[in-house]
């Protein structure tokens, strides 16, 4: 079974832009950004590797900082499997600029390698892909978005994915 696959559906479905919505993809994942590009008005995607043929409507800012505050207008912010890839410290300050920056009501929608109990605990962490080295644990996630100004909602696919849709309060 393909567990990055099933959270990437996870994601999009949670995303649930509206038409007007603005929305910003942090990382490479190009399905995302076009799955979400048929609902929305723009997709900006910020990455580091250049984009395969994309819709029209999504614009790509390479080597743009994910701290670089958002567009103006944003209102959802996607990640999916690409927060791992990002240090410790390069989490929380991302999760806090994107509280400072979002405006009430907008959403945080992080999928990938979260754990559920302590990585020292489960089996082949490696099955999970990704970067798993600074993967978070479920709880620490959600203190951190609590933390940034979001309401979490976490939802669990066995020990090593998660999804969690938040939103600004």
């Known amino acids: 079974m393909d567990w990055s696959a099933i959270t990437r559906r996870v994601v999009i479905a949670a995303a649930a832009p509206h038409p007007q919505d603005l929305v910003l993809v942090l990382g490479d994942d190009w399905e995302v950004a076009s799955s979400l590009a048929v609902r929305v008005a723009q997709v900006v995607v910020r990455s580091t590797v250049a984009p395969p043929a994309l819709p029209a409507n999504v614009v790509v800012e390479l080597g743009v900082d994910w ?28 999760v806090k600029s994107l509280g400072a920056a979002l405006s009430p009501r907008a ?10 109990m302590p990585v020292a605990v489960v089996d082949a962490p490696e099955q999970y892909g990704g970067s798993i080295q600074n993967a978070p644990t479920v709880r620490a996630f959600e203190s951190l978005v609590r933390e940034a100004g979001f309401l979490p909602d976490t939802h669990r696919f066995g020990v090593g994915r998660a999804v969690c849709v938040a939103i600004r309060t």
């Open 107 to 116: 959403l945080l929608v992080v999928g990938g390698v979260m754990w559920s």
């Open 67 to 94: 701290l670089d505050a958002p567009p103006p207008g944003t209102s959802v912010v996607v990640m999916h499997d690409s927060f791992g890839s990002l240090s410790t410290d390069g989490q929380h300050r991302l």
